[in-house]
Nanobody, 127 residues
């Protein structure tokens, strides 16, 4: 059974870049035909899909976040990473990494659209 674990700083200052890593165990991030996503949930709001990297290394981003978001991977470590630049307090959220076999959850993500989730990590943007 694949397991995902997010890691990274819990506090980021405004205007800085948020960097998170998702470490995957029990399965390869290059396995056909999965997508590996970053999803966040601001306090009191719903889930927001941020972007994904495919098994082949292609990247996809939520249009409103495209200019600030970068997703990459390290296949030797079976990890993928999120970088979100120029953060503001509105980027405060619980950040999740997740796996899916389709793009169904890329609009309005639901828990069931992804077959594996990390436990989530709280990131607060504050000076």
């Amino acid at each position: 059974q694949v397991q995902l674990q997010e890691s990274g700083p819990g506090l980021v200052k405004p205007s800085q870049t948020l960097s998170l890593t998702c470490t995957v165990s029990g399965g390869s991030i290059t396995a056909n035909y999965y997508y590996w996503s970053w999803i966040r949930q601001p306090p009191g709001k719903g889930l927001e899909w941020m972007g994904a990297i495919s098994y082949s290394g292609n990247t996809y981003y939520n249009p409103p976040l495209t200019s600030r978001t970068s997703i990459s991977r390290d296949t030797s470590k079976n990890q993928f990473t999120l970088q979100l630049s120029t953060v503001t307090p509105e980027d405060t959220a619980v950040y999740y990494c997740a796996r899916s076999a389709s793009t169904t959850g890329w609009g309005k993500p639901r828990t069931a659209d992804f077959d594996s989730w990390g436990q989530g990590t709280q990131v607060t943007v504050s000076s």
